[in-house]
Nanobody, 120 residues
Framework: QVELVESGGGLVQAGGSLRLSCAASGRNFSTYVMGWFRQAPGKDREFVASIPWRRITTYYANSVKGRFTISRDDARSTVYLQMNTLKPEDTALYYC?????????????WGQGTQVTVSS
């Protein structure tokens, strides 16, 4: 079982930056694949970024590639999302999520979300 708590959201002007944090509790955190999703009002939840254990590679949605960076600190059981050059369309509720590092695993663990609002 993994519990996830996000923080770091807020209101920022377009072009600004925010760093989201996700504190995880539970066993074997370092082996889990960690990710961030977001959901804007009236839209489906969408993938933003993910990072596997050992940080071999990272994955990003095309809409955030080059602006967002996902990272993890396994010693602190924390995953981060650095968001730069924010745009109004990045406004959403951002969720931290985790899944086991096995083929076919689903995103089984979710935080409550942290709100990011980007003003134009």
């Amino acid at each position: 079982q993994v519990e996830l708590v996000e923080s770091g959201g807020g209101l920022v002007q377009a072009g600004g930056s925010l760093r989201l944090s996700c504190a995880a509790s539970g066993r074997n955190f370092s082996t889990y694949v960690m990710g961030w999703f977001r959901q804007a009002p009236g839209k489906d939840r969408e993938f933003v970024a993910s990072i596997p254990w050992r940080r071999i590679t990272t994955y990003y949605a095309n809409s955030v590639k080059g602006r967002f960076t996902i990272s993890r600190d396994d010693a602190r059981s924390t995953v981060y999302l650095q968001m730069n050059t924010l745009k109004p369309e990045d406004t959403a509720l951002y969720y931290c999520t985790a899944k086991r590092p096995v083929l076919g695993a689903t995103w089984d663990y979710w935080g409550q979300g942290t709100q990011v609002t980007v003003s134009s």
